[in-house]
DNA sequence: CATATATACATTGTTATACTATGTACTTTG
DNA sequence: CAAAGTACATAGTATAACAATGTATATATG
């Protein structure tokens, strides 16, 4: 069946866009913690990221520098590691989003 | 620098992309070849395909049964290969129309 | 006429990243 | 008290874009 053939396609599309919408919702300033970033993520887009997916590319945007992170102490239960953007996170985001929009209407003008 | 950073997301977007830009072109019946198709694409959308990324991609939708290809000797010249769509990749391209049309709107409202 | 450029297909090796599976550890709920 | 939820993390696998390289023909240019 090609159900295989999407759901693959799926996955490679989502390489790339996972940082973009990661950043996104950072954009505005606030801090979020990764299981938070996951449910948010879903919630908004209906997209679902792995947890295996999520960690080890904050790391990846860590080391890029685009975010930073920070551990915060709970009251009760596990601590929380916080990421915000950094000023060369917003910067890059704004060209990925330009990017992004130029992508969209080459393939607006192509599937019509 | 993020110069870096923002190329290396292009290539991880084009991953997925490329297939479905490339089966969008072919979906209108007609066929291409190969290098035809790294240069209509271009035009159409900006979008440079290396042939080192064209080639295997159209061997993948093939191997898929998305597309089938033909030899056409030239009168001078070297021979090409012309890809058109089959009724299995133009179901699937249409699947795919939808996910991309879903995941722009998430990225708009994300990105707002 | 030799050389560069364009046409046309193809493969190999490298790199990046999503995902599955697995693991740790604490808390809440049935 | 077991199961489900919260919260972080890593190892291994699969996939795909790209650079580099190779083959071969045709045409333009100095």
Redesign the interface.
């Known amino acids: 069946m ?1 159900e295989d ?2 759901h693959k ?9 996972l ?3 990661v950043l ?2 950072l ?1 505005g300033g606030k801090a979020y913690y990764g299981y938070d970033l996951i449910n948010e ?1 879903k919630k ?4 679902e990221i792995a947890e295996g997916t999520l960690y080890p590319l904050m790391n990846r945007l860590k080391d ?3 975010i930073r992170s920070e551990w915060v102490e709970q009251e009760s239960g596990i601590p929380r590691k916080y990421y915000s953007i950094t000023p ?1 996170g917003k ?2 985001v704004s ?3 330009e ?2 929009h ?3 209407n ?2 607006l ?3 019509k």
């Open positions: 090609n053939f999407i396609w799926i996955s490679q599309v989502k390489k790339g866009t940082s973009f919408i996104n919702v954009k993520i908004i887009t209906e997209i890029d520098k685009l060369e910067n890059t060209k990925m989003e990017y992004w130029n992508l969209n080459s393939v003008k192509i599937t």
